[in-house]
């Protein structure tokens, strides 16, 4: 329980005909873990990079996870 983690990610986006790299970074808090699922909540922050212009974006979301 209440397991802090963080994270980075990176890619490739076509967005509106457009080709961007994405870089971002992820903190979070586990709020629930057991053996069959995990609920937790994060902060993301998002860059769109293409050269010439770019951007930053935030969310904030909530995950169920459930393996099988």
């Known amino acids: 329980y209440f397991n802090p983690y963080a994270?980075?990610?990176?890619?490739?986006?076509?967005?509106?005909?457009?080709?961007?790299?994405?870089?971002?970074?992820?903190?979070g808090l586990e709020v629930v873990k057991l053996k069959w699922f995990t609920w937790s909540i994060s902060g993301n922050l998002m860059g769109l990079y293409s050269g010439k212009d770019g951007g930053t974006t935030n969310m904030y979301a909530t995950h169920l996870f459930i393996p099988f």
């Open 7 to 27: 994270g980075l990610a990176y890619g490739y986006s076509r967005l509106f005909n457009r080709s961007l790299f994405a870089i971002g970074g992820t903190i």
